[in-house]
């Protein structure tokens, strides 16, 4: 799901925490050692996230929040804030080369390059949060 965040809205708010939970406390962000990454660049995207990042003549970057039930992935375009709100059990990862990620939730998909091994850390991160969630979900 792709909203504009630009401007608060109650409405989206509400949605945003149905789908990916509550942003942590202070205390979990401190037990994850930090629940956002930093400035990642996109190097591919669906036309849908393309068509908002055209008319941009900045480098095209993003950054992740993780939340308790999913991710969000902020974009900045033309003075406006688009995030892509993805649920863990839509999320998909792939690591392509050494420094490539491509990341899919339904139609939408952005591949990203990270070049530090601190990034490299943070989606190993959101994988291990995306598995202790599915496997508490689904107990067997």
């Given amino acids: 799901m792709l909203k504009n965040l630009s401007y608060k809205d109650p409405q989206i708010e509400k949605q945003i925490n149905s789908l990916v939970g ?11 050692k930090g629940a956002g990454s930093r400035k990642l660049y996109i190097k591919k995207c669906d036309n849908e996230i393309y068509d908002l990042l055209r008319n941009d003549y900045e480098l095209s970057v993003c950054n992740i929040e993780i939340r308790p039930k999913g991710i969000i992935i902020y974009i900045k375009s033309n003075l406006e804030t688009y995030g892509l709100i993805i649920p863990y059990y839509k999320l998909v990862i792939f690591k392509v080369g050494d420094e490539d990620y491509t990341i899919n939730a339904d139609t939408n998909f952005l591949k990203i390059r990270i070049k530090s091994r601190s990034d490299h850390g943070f989606m190993k991160k959101i994988n291990s949060q995306k598995a202790n969630y599915l496997s508490d979900k689904n107990p067997r």
Avoid: A, Q, R, T
């Fill in 22 to 32: 509550e942003e942590f406390s202070l205390m979990k962000k401190l037990k994850l």
